[in-house]
């Protein structure tokens, strides 16, 4: 049976369009749907360019209220009915009920060798801390921020001179292969780690 997968992005959405890419052919998996927080996401136009569906769930008229932005989000969700769920650079904290609903089949992308360097700003700490590496993990979305089961990380080496924007360029073309190698073999049933290279 072909999964079926939505993808919530915030922003430029380079995640989502490798993950859309690479659902083809005999890969187990295809996108129905990119949801956005903003309608000014610039993934959207990405994601629609590829004849996938697009939805905006607009965060900011819900002023906090995370569980009524939640239950829109799900209603939208509900009408393409996926079976796993993909944050790619999704910039919204979940809360615990709508995390649990879809345990085990939301996964996220963060940049970081986790478990170190959760929540935000994490290349500018890494290079603060002088790591000499630096990468990328997806790991299932539990509630508590950053943690759930790791899926898969790739590791990226610290240049000299590296700025937080050199880093995040190549843990980034990193991001891109790992996410879509992860999401493949987990809608194959295959949860065992990835590690590249
Ligand atoms: C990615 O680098 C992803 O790792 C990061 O946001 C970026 C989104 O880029 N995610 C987080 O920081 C999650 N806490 P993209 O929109 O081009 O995929």
């Known amino acids: 049976m072909t999964a079926r997968v939505a993808i919530l992005i915030s922003g430029s959405g380079s995640n989502m369009v490798a993950l859309v890419d690479s659902m083809a052919g005999d890969h187990p998996a295809r996108p129905v749907v990119v949801v956005a ?3 000014d996401a610039a993934g959207l136009d990405k994601a629609a ?5 697009t939805e905006v769930v607009d965060h900011r008229p819900f002023r906090g ?15 393409y009915a996926p079976d ?9 904290v979940l809360t615990g009920d709508f995390v649990s609903r879809w345990r085990g089949r939301m996964l996220n992308i963060h940049p970081s060798l986790l ?4 929540g935000l700003d994490t290349h500018a700490r890494a290079l603060a801390e002088g790591e000499a590496e630096a990468g990328c993990t997806v ?19 610290v ?10 360029a190549r843990v980034q073309a990193q991001e891109h292969v790992l996410y879509p190698m992860v ?13 590249l290279p």
């Open 65 to 79: 209220d995370r569980a009524a932005f939640e239950a829109a989000l799900q209603a939208r969700l509900d009408d």
């Open 37 to 39: 927080n903003r309608p």
């Open 115 to 118: 478990p170190k360097y959760r």
């Open 49 to 53: 360019a590829r004849g996938v569906p």
């Open 84 to 92: 796993i769920l993909c944050l790619a650079g999704f910039m919204r």
């Open 139 to 157: 790991h299932e979305v539990t509630p508590e921020l950053d943690q759930g089961p790791i899926l898969g990380q790739a590791r990226v080496p």
């Open 183 to 195: 999401l493949r073999r987990v809608a194959a049933g295959d949860r065992r780690p990835v590690h």
């Open 159 to 168: 240049r000299p001179g590296d700025t937080p924007e050199r880093l995040a």
